[in-house]
């Protein structure tokens, strides 16, 4: 199968696509691609009066499609209707698939996500990856995308590009880990360490998680703070259904927020931060708990237990939390907060106290607060999916299979 | 004069204009507009070398601007170049020009701006709108208009819209004051009190001084974060240059970001907010000033002329402001913060232990302070200029003269 629509690069996603006829035409595309993958199985008409083109039009940019894999036609609609019935049209299930990686501190996952948004592939490997070389940690994330992509290729599918998770600050170049505390990375270039035939991009770990709640979460609204934990303590701040990054890509930093100014010193150079109070080590020591193994899961059962210790430090958690979201909340006006990624299955026993914060500091309505239902899987899957929307958004560069 | 590209109703600034024909050309139309507002003079070909449409199509685009007031011939480029001379176009100082008007709490203000942004009339009354009605300040206001598009329209321009700023929160309705606490005003419609035959933009006084300062202010960077004051304390969130408004409209409310959690009540149902720091009151009150009349430039010079109790209720102040801002810089990752309104008159008090606490509560290196030259002016010429942007960015949609 080629890929006839090759042309450029691929736009970043969001990024205007040129003003010229060919920019109209690739954004045309993204259209048809976008309403046959939100509201499909659609006709050719059907697809025509949503986005207000010509039928003529939108056959043209169709065929298009079909002839580089992106979509598919069922077969004639079911009969019963006036006129000559319409081939109707799907997103391919066959065609480019997203590969997402998250490289965690205590594991390494990888998974295939095809333009249908199915998970098509997964493979996990648990390991301790503080301290292990960058070299190391990527020849792992090499092996599980091979075996990924041998998958699913089986099964007709290519991918079309590599996203990776990881727990730390990523630079705006999107190959860079300026930082990733608990894996001692600094200044690591992944471009270099991971395949070099499948574009890449490299990116926070709360900034996927933000991402995959944008667009699998139910009922998402487009204005929201998504907060989450894995050692540290981050946020997605999403305006408008974008994801905002900041001058340098570290926006986001909720855990390095000063909750108490005067409090404990923290490895940021600050002193009373989030990360001091809701950060999981200050938990499991204000717990009792300081060498616990799989530590959230035993946080999440001591308190199910009714442990007191632990949930009274899960209920000061929650407290720090909503001073610091009370700041967020005042300066970004969004219209939800959302618990994900290790948080979310903590948020029984954090919720109470971090409401009862955010409505006590709060003239009017307190900002509603919810809880993901992605939970961990989250990052990952924003990961993967990220690669999905960018062959829905310029479905024109999507790379021909290998 | 007519306006015969009148079409539609004004875009939003910002906003995507439709991607049909007529939109591309309503796009070509701004970026002609935009080209010769920030380079010009230029000539035709010179337009359609950075524009990159043929010199054809520049010229119907230019012809329509000069019909309509927004761009002026200013005869042929001087001699000596090869070929036959062009005529060097310019932004009309003659078209249509931008009212700005600012309700203060001690004074209003009305300005005007011709596309060239030179500010062709002015006119303030000091007064004190506390608890006067909404009524009566808008009666003053629209004299005011009156007497500034008089002055215009001597001189052969007309408005093409009226932007106010208020000292509240304003829904994205762009015309209710939802609370301006100081006016005392609750969801006061300005739409129905103001010029009916003026297209209107009613917003928060913080963030037209923003957005001066993105639009005005030298060496400006696109991502930056606001401060400014009058009585209260508000910031305006500029991201990728534009501003970030929040669900409800009421992003940047710096002034209650909790500072010391446990510190006094506010009026915004929070406790130990940055304006019960950094406010107005609070420093007057730390200063020993409490019922001073002009009351910012009565710290100003008492500061300046050595008061120690002035000059320690400063820098408390500043301290106050930096653990606020290290939140919000780690929160927003923005390039720069912006000292402006009010406290750019009182920056060499409050800078030094701002910039300390700031530097002392990040790793990295600290982000920069700046002070904005615009100082009060800001919101005034922000709402003015507000109208000429919108001017520049959809010239097909600028109402004709009256």
Redesign the interface.
Known sequence: MTAPLHEARPAAPGRALP?TQQG?RR??LARVMHTVSAEGPLSRAAVASRIGLTRAAVSTLVDELIRSGLLEELGPERPGRVGRPGSALAVSGRGPAGIGAEIGVDHLAVCAVDLRGQVRARAVRQADNRDRSPEDVTADVTDLVRQVVAEIEGEGLWPAGLAVAVPGLVARDGRTVVHAPNLGWHDTDLGTLLPAHLPLTVDNEANFGGLAELWLGEAA?H?FLHVSAEIGIG?A?V?DGRL???????????G??????DGPPC?????GCLEQYAGEEAVLRAAGLASAGNRVEVLADRAAEGEETVRRALHDAGVALG??L???V??????MVVLGGALAGLAPWLLPSLRAELA?????PACPVSVSRLGSEGPLLGAAHSVVRGVLDDPAAVPAPV
């Open positions: 003003d109209m954004r045309n609204p204005d946020a701040v305006v905002l990054r900041g001058t340098r890509g570290f926006a986001g930093e909720l390095h927020v000063p909750v108490r100014p490895a940021c150079g600050g002193q001073i610091a009370t700041g967020a005042n300066l970004l006006d969004p219209e006590r500091r709060t003239a009017g």
